[in-house]
């Protein structure tokens, strides 16, 4: 039976994890980059005019 101390490092996990971290922030810089431009070359529509009064008409009918 094996009665030493195991260790194990964590040196590699932490880098994976900064690593993937920056990747991250690099994609979202990226894709709010995107949505910038988007909005600055989006075009100013005029204002729809209000729609013209509707007249309904409501037909009773007769109970028999």
């Given at each position: 039976m094996n009665k030493e101390q195991l260790e194990?490092?964590?040196g590699n996990a932490?880098?994976?994890c900064r690593r993937?971290?920056?990747q991250r922030q690099?994609?979202?810089q990226w894709w709010f980059q995107q949505m910038?431009?988007?909005v600055n070359s989006a075009m100013d529509w005029k204002p729809?005019?209000?729609a013209?009064?509707?007249q309904t008409y409501l037909t009773l009918?007769?109970?028999?």
């Open positions: 194990m490092g964590l932490r880098n994976r993937q971290g920056q690099k994609r979202a910038r431009m988007l729809v005019p209000p013209r009064p509707e009918s007769r109970g028999k």
